[in-house]
């Protein structure tokens, strides 16, 4: 497995760049003119590239590889990108809420993601659903709880750089605790996954007869007296207790679930780090509790995360922070490039061969998301080294020389 490259060719010279410098200085003095409106240009053409009509100049200025695409880019290949900033947002008393399911993202068939954010004391109530939730912390932090089917009880604090997975039909909650509470990202293995419509303690209660809660529970009806008339949802609470003393009580009598929910990815060494930068891969080998597979990805400026596809499952993308650009290839000779920023989703469809090439100035974090316990990847580079190399120039052409060198063996720093 053969994850990272890194391309070290200089782009200007010392003169190129001074001169380039001094004309930006010059124009900036006539007249200054916004980042986000700079248009992109492509030499290869002359006025047969002119509009002359509307345009979108700042949305057109985001996606350079779709104004003019690479010459290599051919056919139909459907959008692999939306943005979230393109969902609309629930703002609740405790924070906010928005997603991208394959309602808003057609290609997402089998994965949909949530953004969240919660106020410091801000709950995400008591709810459980279907699919399983696969869960990033971008900002801050989380008290997260949940109780198994053998009446297990979990707690625990997760911090930015975190991920937590809860099974499906496994009930939990999440509360923000850190001094500004916290934001994440929720990932499950349903596309057509609704946030708005998911089981709520509040909501059930409401909905069952008072006599009857009261029968379960062997308790005076006028104990529910007070249960809300409509679900919370997202809403402003006090500060839990301590995380021992929590711990303590959700694990009274029956015990903790087996394996914890939760997974410090923050804490966790790389499973590969090249010149070109760096990646955590998390499945069932090294967090026992996941169905759903996961990398985080970080590549340094002009790194590029190799060519290769997925044999076992489609491949949900969240971009963190950075930029970048993403081009894939599907069968029929079919080829588009896109360009990523941090809260854009992508999506690849299983075995579709591509690559993400970190095109800005600052790292590029992204993360890898799949349906399926396990992370599988197929490198172009392994597919070469170990098919024999006459083989392999015979549809190349490219020497056997070339071929020979390619590297056989990963070089995988494994998790300590």
Not at 99 to 124: C, D, W
Not at 188 to 210: A, M, S, V
Request: charged share 25%.
């Amino acid at each position: 497995m053969h994850i990272f490259d890194k391309r070290w060719t200089a782009r200007l010279s010392r003169r190129d760049f001074l001169g380039k410098s001094s004309a930006m200085v010059a124009a900036a003095a006539v007249a200054p003119v916004a980042a986000a409106q700079q248009q992109p240009t492509d030499n290869r053409h002359g006025a047969n590239t002119n509009e002359t009509g509307p345009k979108n100049a700042a949305l057109e200025a985001e996606q350079p590889n779709s104004v003019f695409p690479p010459e290599t880019d051919a056919g139909g290949q459907p959008a692999f990108k939306y943005p979230f900033a393109f969902s609309r947002r629930r703002i609740e008393e405790g924070g906010w809420t928005r997603q991208v399911t394959v309602r808003e993202f057609p290609l997402s068939k089998k994965m949909a993601g949530v953004e969240m954010r919660l106020i410091r004391g801000g709950v995400r109530e008591l709810h459980w659903h279907v699919g399983a939730e696969w869960a990033f912390m971008t900002a801050g932090t989380a008290r997260i709880t949940a109780v198994d089917q053998k009446g297990r009880g979990f707690v625990e604090d997760v911090s930015a750089g975190d991920l937590w997975l809860f099974p499906g039909g496994i009930p939990h909650s999440i509360q923000g605790v850190g001094d500004d509470g916290c934001q994440f990202l929720l990932v499950f293995n349903d596309g057509t996954f609704n946030e708005y419509q998911t089981f709520l303690l509040t909501d059930w209660l409401h909905h069952t007869p008072r006599e009857v809660l009261a029968k379960n529970f062997g308790v005076p009806e006028s104990v529910f007296d007070k249960v809300p008339p409509r679900e919370l949802f997202i809403f402003a609470r006090d500060l839990p207790r301590s995380l021992d003393e929590e711990k303590k009580q959700a694990s009274a009598d029956t015990g903790t679930v087996p394996n914890s929910f939760a997974f410090f990815a923050s804490r966790m060494q790389p499973t590969k780090v090249s010149r070109g930068g760096s990646v955590k891969i998390i499945d069932r080998s090294n967090f026992p509790a996941t169905n759903i597979a996961a990398a985080i990805v970080t590549l340094k400026p002009g790194g590029l995360r190799e060519l290769h596809w997925h044999p076992n499952e489609d491949e949900w993308q969240y971009y963190v922070s950075g930029k970048g650009r993403m081009t894939v290839f599907s069968a029929g000779g079919h080829a588009r490039t896109m360009d990523f920023q941090a809260g854009d989703v992508g999506y690849v469809e299983q075995s579709m061969p591509h690559y993400v090439e970190n095109t800005g100035t600052d790292d590029l974090v992204f993360l890898e998301v799949f349906p399926s316990a396990d992370y599988q990847d197929i490198s172009l580079a392994e597919w070469l080294a170990h098919t024999p190399s006459r083989l392999v120039d015979q549809h190349l052409a490219t020497g056997e020389d070339f071929l020979r060198k390619i590297p056989k063996t990963a070089t995988v720093i494994e998790p300590s």
